[in-house]
């Protein structure tokens, strides 16, 4: 996810709000300028794309150029129009009509205030799987539903003819507008979804896209595939960019030599790339509010892996034991920081001081370097458990740069935990994913980016429920924390922050993972490229406005 690089503002939505309509969108294009003739970016993609089908998605940093929300997120995490024109919000904020602007399908067809309600339902309802599920709590009967509780249909979403979609929230979201940015609550055709049946989704032609570029060319598992000029997008004028062209490439070399022979317009450099770049005209870095954190598995296969990670002490000494500032400088070696908790910094203020979200919740000798108290409280957490040596399965995938991470944290924690063995399994990003859901795993290399400016967004995915909770962490007082600050406080700003701080400290006194670093991504960008959206958080890379110019 990515990218997952998500900055900090919160949107209040107490008052009628009426969104521009497309027509002052032209002036984010830098000016007229002068355009190449061939309007075509070149792209490189770590992996094979998981999913077309926004209701199973498993990120949307880029997929916001194919599919189109309500709203789309603009430069510096604003909000900008999409495919609501007008919006008005009940004085108590729970009421939402949107009215859907007269928009097509890729094949040209309409797109109506019932392809939003039939999304929301689908993306509901438990045997839809959505890992992102949990982003519609608030709405109207969303828990109970995505529970197993209620039915789809009582969900908090109505139409009103053709172009109004009516929301109806059980409590007010501080967050909602940035949270409609996302291709998640964007429509889906209910027609599309019965013509193709069980294709749906499968291949580029099973489906229809409703942003500014259509995908061609995926088959579901191949190495290339493009974005392609939307001619049928309500607001197809601003877009410049005829085609995008992407190909899977793993090796950060391959990319670079093509980036280096005029055949990618950007790529994302390595640690040790970064050295010998970062002085280079073309370097450029792009901040993501992501948190990197090495994941327990909770409910291990393994009777004695099991135990061991279930011991408090044995967690904390893991996490004692990672000398996060000798990570990052010398392995990673790019301008990531060391993390404070799992809320990235710079996301979030307090809103009655100002204090950085990750400042004022950080508790000393969580995420530190104290190899003393890790070997001490190793010994006490073997003694605990009856075991006098373990052995970890740590997966990762072999994206960039996770093999020299996992390398590293193997010889740190069998250097400083005496007994421990780390056995490394670096795989495709596919496989891992796989493994992951599963949970064939002891430790993993995990990660998460805001999907909104918001510590929320961070918090929600490790409660017990969570489709993100891969380890299985369970705290009934973390639970509680975050529905309090989502629910019964959710309009009290002070009250809400403070739910949020103290369920990061249960977070974090529980040792449920160990968060590590926060992401910078380097890359060398070709000059000629224009007008690249990038956003810390949600969808980060926004190509509507994109252009080569001469």
């Known amino acids: 996810m990515k990218k997952r690089s998500v900055v900090a503002v919160i949107f209040s939505l107490l008052l009628v709000t009426v969104l521009a309509a497309c027509g002052k969108q032209g002036s984010q294009t830098s000016g007229s300028g002068k355009y190449a003739a061939d309007q075509v970016l070149n792209l490189s993609y770590s992996s094979t794309l998981d999913s077309i089908d926004v209701s199973k998605s498993s990120g949307f940093g880029t997929t916001g150029n194919i ?53 929301w339902q689908r993306a509901v309802t438990p045997k839809t799987k959505s890992q992102y599920a949990y982003l519609f709590s608030g709405v109207k009967n969303a828990d109970d539903i995505v529970a197993g509780k209620k039915d789809p249909k009582t969900l ?35 027609t599309a979804v019965k013509k193709w049946g069980s294709k749906y989704a499968t291949k580029a032609q099973y489906m229809l896209y409703s942003g500014p570029f259509k995908l061609v060319g995926w088959t579901g598992t191949n190495n290339s595939w493009q974005f392609v000029k939307n001619n049928h997008y309500w607001d197809k004028k601003a877009v410049k960019l005829t085609k995008i062209n992407y190909t899977v490439n793993e090796s950060t070399t391959t990319t670079l030599n093509l980036f280096q022979d005029k055949k990618l317009d950007l790529t994302q450099l390595s640690s040790e790339q970064v050295k010998n770049l970062k002085h280079n005209a073309d370097y450029k870095t792009y901040p993501y509010s992501i948190t990197q954190f090495l994941s327990y598995n909770f409910n291990a296969s393994n009777s004695d892996v099991k135990k061991a990670l279930n011991n408090q002490n044995i967690r904390r000494a893991i996490s004692l034991a ?46 530190d370097y104290n190899p003393t108290l890790a070997k001490k409280l190793w010994a006490k957490g073997l003694k605990e458990t ?42 495709p990003a596919s496989v891992m994913s796989q493994r992951r859901e599963s949970g064939d795993f002891d430790l993993y290399l995990g990660m998460w980016g805001a999907d909104f400016n918001d510590p929320i967004s961070y918090l929600q995915i490790f409660q017990k429920n969570s489709g993100y909770n891969f380890g299985k962490y369970s705290s009934a007082k973390y639970d509680a924390l975050v529905d309090k600050a989502s629910k019964q406080d959710a309009n009290n700003a002070d009250a809400r922050w403070q739910d949020m701080i103290e369920a990061e400290q249960v977070l974090m006194k529980d040792q449920a993972i160990a968060p590590v670093y926060q992401t910078v991504y380097s890359f060398l960008v070709n000059p000629k490229v224009k007008g690249i959206i990038h956003n810390t958080a949600g969808t980060q890379w926004n190509y509507k406005y994109t252009y080569i110019a001469k």
Do not use: C
């Open 322 to 367: 990672i000398n996060r500032k000798q990570l990052v400088t010398k392995v990673i070696g790019d301008d990531s920081s060391t993390a404070k908790g799992l809320v990235a910094k710079d996301l979030a203020d307090n809103p009655k001081t100002g204090q950085d979200f990750a400042d004022q919740a950080y508790l000393k000798n969580t995420v």
């Open 386 to 427: 009856g075991l006098k040596k373990l052995t970890l399965r740590l997966v990762s995938s072999n994206e960039e740069p996770n093999k020299p991470v996992s390398q590293y944290y193997k010889g740190q924690l069998e250097k400083e935990l005496s007994g421990l063995t780390v056995d490394l399994s670096n795989i």
């Open 67 to 119: 599919f189109e929300s309500l709203y789309r997120l603009g430069k510096n995490g604003t909000v900008t129009p999409g495919l609501a024109s007008k919006t008005s919000v009940s004085k108590d904020g729970l009421t939402y009509k949107f009215t859907i602007r007269d928009a097509k399908w890729s094949d040209g067809s309409a797109i109506t205030a019932q392809d939003f309600v039939y999304s």
């Open 156 to 190: 908090g979403v109505r139409a009103e003819g053709k172009h109004t979609f009516i929301v109806t929230l059980s409590t007010p979201i501080k967050y909602f507008k940035k949270l409609m940015t996302y291709p998640l609550f964007g429509p889906v055709s209910e």
